[in-house]
């Protein structure tokens, strides 16, 4: 069965320093990879999303993300971090051409940012 | 585009009372899906419909959970009766057909007391 692993729970990085949040996936083929934010009594939004192509892809608010098929990883990453990234980051993964089935989300990797 | 909108944002009940909430999902997305949030099971698919029609609701946590959805712009999760145990946070999502990737409503914070 498919699975995600988000090896870091909590993260703690001072603000302007660079940020890598890891993902791995279990999968029996490249799955869609997904990257989203949830900051504090909000839902989750979309950070980023890989389907295919450049294996590096840019999303919002400054974030990227490498997809590297031999490692089976979608590390996210920020070259400067702001105190307003401080919030619960999923990794998030989905079968190729499977319709609208349901994505199958990490654990949450919590990221806090100091001065 | 509004985004998904989900209602109440914040229920607070009496163990016992059904609890009804309702989700909005964004126009043209034909698949919508049910979470719940705690900090201690974190992010569980409850139930997901693909063009108004449930296609897996093994994730309802007991027969006191229901979900409706009635027209491609609305549904339900009910809980009846409810207990201090699912207090939690419940998120909504929706998807279109030919992209995976799911669109997350604010949530209803409920609390069962």
């Known amino acids: 069965a498919q699975s995600v692993t988000q090896p870091d729970i909590h993260i703690t990085v001072s603000e302007g320093a660079s940020l890598e949040l890891r993902c791995n996936y279990s999968y029996g083929a490249t799955p869609y990879l997904f990257w989203y934010v949830q900051s504090p009594g909000q839902g989750l939004q979309l950070l980023l999303k890989?389907?295919?192509?450049?294996?590096l892809v840019q999303g919002i608010k400054g974030f990227e993300a490498e997809f590297k098929r031999s490692q089976s990883s979608f590390n996210l990453r920020k070259p400067s971090v702001h105190w307003s990234d401080a919030a619960e980051y999923f990794c998030a993964v989905v079968r190729r051409n499977s319709g609208n089935t349901p994505l199958v989300f990490g654990k949450g990797t919590r990221l806090s940012v100091i001065a | 585009d509004a985004g998904v909108i989900q209602s109440p944002r914040h229920e607070v009940t009496e163990m016992g009372q059904e609890v009804t909430l309702r989700c909005k999902p964004i126009?043209?997305?034909?698949?919508l899906f049910w979470y719940r949030q705690t900090m201690m099971r974190g992010l569980e698919l409850l139930i997901y419909f693909n063009n108004n029609v449930p296609i897996d609701d093994s994730g309802m946590p007991e027969d006191r959970f229901s979900a409706k959805m009635p027209n491609a712009s609305f549904s339900t999760l009910k809980i009846q009766p409810s207990e201090p145990r699912d207090s939690a946070v419940y998120f909504c999502?929706?998807?279109?057909?030919?992209?995976?990737?799911?669109?997350f409503g604010p949530g209803t914070r409920l609390t069962v007391t």
């Open positions: 126009s043209g997305h034909n698949s």
């Open positions: 999502a929706s998807s279109n057909r030919d992209r995976n990737e799911q669109y």
């Open positions: 890989y389907f295919s192509g450049d294996t």
